[in-house]
């Protein structure tokens, strides 16, 4: 098992920045990958971003490309988004995400184990 504890998230006005951290414990060993997903009232999950821990690959959605960078620490065993240039349209849940076989990042279905979700709410 691997267990994920997100935080960071908050209320932070439109253009402003905001660092989420997603701690993985446990088998972290069998860790393919890591995304952030995220849930708006009403809406579906949606893919944020993705790295894949073996080659430090990384990979956005259009909507966040530019704006927001996940990377990670390996002694810690953890994952980071850094989100700048935040947009009221970013309101949502963010959960982190894992997943112990490649391929697919962008589903959330095939992610194994997730965080509990961190608020991000950005005002206008």
Known sequence: QVQLVE?????VQAGGSLRLSCAASGRTFS??????????PGKEREFVAAIIWS?????????VKGRFTISRDNAKNTVYLQ?????????????????????????PTLYDYWGQGTQVTVSS
């Open 7 to 11: 935080s960071g998230g908050g209320l």
């Open 31 to 40: 860790i393919a990958s890591m995304g952030w997903f995220r849930q708006a």
């Open 55 to 63: 080659v430090d690959g990384t990979y956005y959605a259009d909507s």
């Open 83 to 107: 989100m700048n240039s935040l947009k009221p349209e970013d309101t949502a849940v963010y959960y982190c995400a894992a997943k112990t076989r490649m391929g697919m990042l962008y589903n």
